[in-house]
């Protein structure tokens, strides 16, 4: 596996542990993934930063009943330290395109950035 890919994997693994419903229920685990400067253009079209993120996810009282499912995700490495993922999820009959930046920070990949589009 080259740089760039094992780049791209590790972006794609924390992607997937965040799509987690056990991680979403725990700020710990939470703020091990999300960078310190988060921000994100929710599929709702709120603005979210790293706290709120955090609180909202957490407050749902445990993990989601039905799991997040994902499909086409792809990666480009943009730097050596910047990953792009773009992929759909649907979850409880709603869908969205997303984006997502990670940032390598030390020696983990932090989301930096993310957005959801809703479609039908």
Do not use: N
């Not at 649907?90 to 932090?110: C, F, I, K, N, V």
């Amino acid at each position: 596996m080259t740089d760039r890919t094992s780049a791209i994997a590790a972006a794609i693994d924390a992607e997937l542990r965040l799509l987690d419903p056990a991680v979403r229920a725990s700020p710990a685990l939470l703020a091990e993934l999300l960078h310190p400067d988060f921000r994100e253009f929710g599929s709702s079209g709120r603005e979210w930063e790293r706290d709120a993120i955090i609180t909202a996810l957490t407050a749902r009282g445990g993990p989601a009943r039905r799991p997040i499912t994902t499909s086409k995700m792809r990666g480009v490495r943009l730097a050596p330290d910047v990953v792009h993922l773009t992929f759909d999820t649907e979850s409880e009959g709603r869908r969205a395109h997303r984006s997502s930046l990670w940032q390598l920070t030390g020696d983990h990949w932090l989301l930096y950035f993310h957005q959801g589009t809703p479609y039908a």
